[in-house]
């Protein structure tokens, strides 16, 4: 039994390291995770299948569900298409006026839309804009991961990770827009100082909209343009998701109860082809959190998080706003490392536990800005961001025009790693102000 902890995180981060390194099916390999830290668990009693039920978030599952069909149903609509040409628009040929308008639709859609389904939108739009204004897309596309990061962690249903801080903190949608989003838009003003300021010397000065509109036009979704019928299912049931969210903490609901009716209304009106389902759900996220639950669970059981948290107390030394502060720079440290997702998985009964001793809301808070600037500092932190590189090394031209480089991790970091480290310490200064 003494050799229990060591056992289950090593297999933990065995599946883990399998898991990043993409050498298996993602939701299948944490299903069967899952599945041996029961079998384990069983052996050695210590683990039962009871306990495994309680470790899920079935809360996280039911907002992940609901929001992932929404943004599936508008995606389907045309909806973020048909938003970027307006942001061209808009901007009126002058280039700085984009890539800010750019960062701001990214931080908009990010609020209630998952950031995974806002940047494969979106960052398609950038790299033909780029093309067409000679310019490279690496810093526009780095300033819009962030600000969807930003997005995402000003509410409720912007992110995973809120999703289940949410869900374990028994929080509302109000008590996210309250205490997360003022920091966070100053956050925003900030990131977009950092950029403009550094992207100077490469600027646009003008452009013509046509072109770049034509250039968009290119990249629409099947059929072009709005699908009405969808925008009008995918609206209604957007705006009565948020009105509920407003409503929820008077009528006693809990959001999640709210988006899993959300999802069921796309299900029924929103014309999607039962083959399809899977995808729009975001079937396989839930099966990937589902059984990250279950084994972060039998971490908890074997011990292994009771050393997390009195690590974070130690840190602390007895004084709760030093050991809310030590919460949120193991969340920054430990996010690159495993993803925002599962570490907020893995840190959360740890927050929890220090919430139960302290009584004070800023364990929520501190956490969530700790995993905010984890995922902006790496490629590897942030869930869109290994996708997105992807994304733009299948879209260099033939030959590798010299305004296209690619989106790697070191050529991320020279411009995650400085913003992230500002987030921190403005986010620490926060924090101090906030707890106790």
């Known amino acids: 039994m ?68 929404i943004s599936d149903c508008l995606l389907r609509a045309g909806l973020f298409h048909h938003l970027a040409l307006r942001v061209v628009l808009f901007s009126r040929g002058n280039g700085m006026l984009l890539l800010v308008s750019l960062v701001l639709i990214t931080y908009a859609a990010s609020l209630i839309f998952n950031n995974l389904s806002v940047m494969v939108i979106l960052v398609p739009m950038t790299l033909a804009i780029c093309r067409t204004l000679v310019m490279d897309p690496a810093p526009v596309v780095s300033a819009e991961l962030i600000a969807s990061n930003l997005g995402g962690a000003s509410t ?55 072109t770049v509109r034509r250039a968009l036009t290119e990249c629409a979704p099947p059929g072009g343009g709005i699908d009405p019928y969808l925008m009008k299912v995918g609206g209604w049931v957007f705006l009565m998701t948020l009105s509920g969210f407003l409503i929820a903490p008077v009528l006693g609901v809990r959001p999640a109860a709210i988006t899993l009716l959300a999802g069921i209304l796309i299900l029924g009106w929103g014309r999607l082809p039962v083959g399809a389902w899977f995808q729009a759900m975001g079937g396989a996220e839930l099966m990937f959190f589902v059984g990250l639950f279950v084994m972060v669970g039998g971490l908890r059981a074997a011990g292994v998080l009771d050393g997390l948290y009195q690590m974070v107390l130690g840190i602390g030394g007895g004084n709760g706003s030093l050991a809310i502060l030590a919460l949120m720079w193991l969340a920054f440290l430990l996010t690159p490392l495993f993803n925002a997702g599962p570490a907020t998985a893995l840190l959360v009964p740890v927050a929890k536990a220090l919430h139960g001793e302290l009584g004070d809301n800023a364990v929520w808070w501190a956490l969530s800005l700790g995993i905010l600037a984890g995922s902006s500092a790496t490629l590897s932190g942030a869930t869109a961001g290994p996708v997105v590189a992807g994304m733009m090394s299948r879209a260099i031209p033939p030959g590798g025009a010299s305004s296209f480089r690619v989106l790697d991790f070191h050529g991320y970091l020279a411009w995650g790693l400085p913003a992230a480290a500002i987030f921190l310490c403005m986010a620490s200064f926060h924090i101090l102000l906030i707890a106790g």
Do not use: K, W
């Not at 399998?18 to 210590?46: P, S």
């Not at 300021?197 to 003008?206: F, K, T």
């Open 156 to 210: 409720l249903v912007g992110d995973l990770p809120n999703m289940i801080i949410g869900a374990v903190g028994r929080l509302h949608f109000e008590d996210f827009l309250a205490a997360m989003m003022p920091l966070c838009l100053v956050l925003l003003a900030v990131l977009l100082v950092y950029f403009t300021r550094r992207m100077a010397p490469d600027r646009v000065a003008r452009f013509d909209p046509e």
């Open 2 to 69: 003494n050799g229990l902890p060591l056992l289950t995180l090593l297999l933990f981060l065995v599946i883990f390291f399998l898991v990043q390194m993409d050498l298996v099916n993602r939701g299948v390999a944490m299903l069967g995770g899952g599945v041996i830290f029961l079998l384990i668990g069983g052996v050695f009693g210590f683990y039962r299948p009871g306990q495994a039920m309680e470790a899920i978030y079935f809360d996280t599952l039911a907002l992940l569900f609901g929001m992932s069909m």
